[in-house]
């Protein structure tokens, strides 16, 4: 699996959007493991981070955010950067397994993120560290 960037579909509403994600039967589903809200406040970053195990799909769901990845995995190392926001840019990115990424908050005060993982948080293998390649 590589490194993909989704557009999401908005259902317009006069009372408020429908955001919608995912379903089971869409192709980037990989099974169910946990999904969470992340906050980020303003000017920060965080990460680098590397799932050894899991496919995460993210999206921003308030805010504007930044995510820088590297794929150091062949000879070649590969590095993406793209930005997301919850109403013009709204899609999710695809993070496979062995893909280094980071992430850092645009808005004028903190944005949320919404993770969903194949597999439960506390089963994944996690490197932590400030990436070096």
Known sequence: MKIKLIKQKIIKNLKGNIKKFITKKSPEFKGFGE?????????????????????????????????YLIDDQNKKIKKYKYMLDDNKNFKKIIIPPNIWYAFKNLNKDKSILFNFLNIEHKKTKIINKKYGG
């Open 35 to 67: 999904c969470y809200f992340s906050e980020i406040k303003k000017n920060q970053t965080k990460g680098w981070k590397k799932n050894l195990t899991t496919n995460q799909m993210i999206s921003v769901v308030y805010g504007k955010v930044v995510f």
